[in-house]
């Protein structure tokens, strides 16, 4: 009988290595909180971001594909390279039209939103009676259904029977076409906009009421007055707001489709014939799905281009106060 088999290794009873050192007892855990915190936070991610590939990468994808191929969703689709895309810029009569259409539209559409909502919050910042009342008042135009809105405007902005031309009739000027004059189309559709343009309000509005009051004392007592206050302490401090009520409504209003779809049918002589109204009728009235998939491509790059000079002309007056200056 052998009595090293009997004998326990001292070497493994005292956690030695083989240099005779007596090992640390102490093993550093694979999941260690930082770990366990990074794979909580990405198994948290999935399903957004799975929601976001299904309902917007995935779609923006297939329309580039798509955008390559002749279908009319009936029938096998066709692979005919980037033939969509010379014929829009070569032949199809709407592009620059629609081109036209929806950039003067946004362009209207964004600056007086952005100078209607700033001008209101600042109005409903101040100390009135019956204050939260007219918060809701403003606000109301945002929530309303867009179809109902519109079709409400059509009424107003009518030649012979509209409230805008009666009252024209009164003060004994001539009736105005609104929405049957190409170019008074868009500033009427834009004004429809404006009028709804309740969220800038109230983001405008929360973000006066964070803009502190101390510098406003300060200057005042150095003698400034409202406007010299308003330019140089309001603006600068409300500037990452604006910059952020500009962005979406400059997307926003880039991809409007409810007034054509509503009221003008792209009309007067395509002067409101937007792009993603035309998309909506080559794909589901002519049935050129891959051709609006072509024009839906081009739009998603118009749009990001448009994005992409926002972001990229912001740092020139864009103000953050931990940073002390532009």
């Known amino acids: 009988m052998d009595i090293r088999k009997q004998v326990p290794d001292i070497k493994g009873v005292l956690g030695m290595n083989n240099g005779g050192q007596i090992k640390s007892g102490r093993h550093k855990p694979f999941l260690t909180n930082s770990r366990k915190e990074a794979i909580t936070a990405y198994l948290c991610l999935i399903p957004a971001f799975l929601g976001l590939s299904m309902i917007s990468y995935i779609p923006t994808l297939s329309a ?33 039209d629609s081109l036209k259409a929806t950039l003067v539209y946004a362009f209207l559409a964004v600056i007086g939103s952005m100078i209607y909502s700033l001008f209101i919050a600042i109005l409903l910042n101040m100390n009135i009676p019956a204050r939260p009342l007219w918060r809701s008042i403003f606000f109301v135009p945002y929530m309303l259904p867009a179809i109902g809105v519109y079709t409400t405007w059509r009424w107003l902005y009518e030649l012979n029977y509209g409230l805008f031309n009666h009252i024209n009739r009164m003060l004994g000027l001539p009736p105005v076409k609104y929405l049957e004059s190409p170019k008074n189309v868009l500033p009427s559709l834009a004004l429809i906009a404006v009028w709804c343009a309740g969220n800038l309000i109230v983001i405008f509005l929360a973000g006066l009421q964070n803009v502190p009051g101390v510098y406003q004392e300060a200057a005042e007592i150095d003698g400034a007055n409202s406007w010299q206050r308003f330019w140089y302490i309001t603006i600068p401090y409300m500037s990452p707001i604006i ?78 106060e931990e940073e002390g200056g532009k």
């Open 243 to 320: 910059f952020y009520n500009l962005l979406m409504a400059l997307i926003i209003n880039l991809q409007v489709v409810t007034p054509a779809l509503a009221i003008t049918n792209g009309g007067p002589q395509n002067a409101s014939m937007f792009m993603s109204y035309l998309i909506y009728r080559y794909a589901f009235t002519k049935y050129k799905i891959g051709y609006a998939a072509a024009y839906a491509a081009i739009f998603f790059v118009l749009v990001g281009i448009f994005t992409a000079i926002l972001f990229a002309t912001s740092k020139y007056w864009l103000f953050y």
């Open 64 to 96: 580039f594909v798509l955008s390559l191929f002749k279908w009319n969703g009936m029938t096998s689709p066709e692979f005919i390279g980037f033939d969509n895309y010379k014929e829009m810029f070569t032949i199809d009569i709407y592009f620059t």
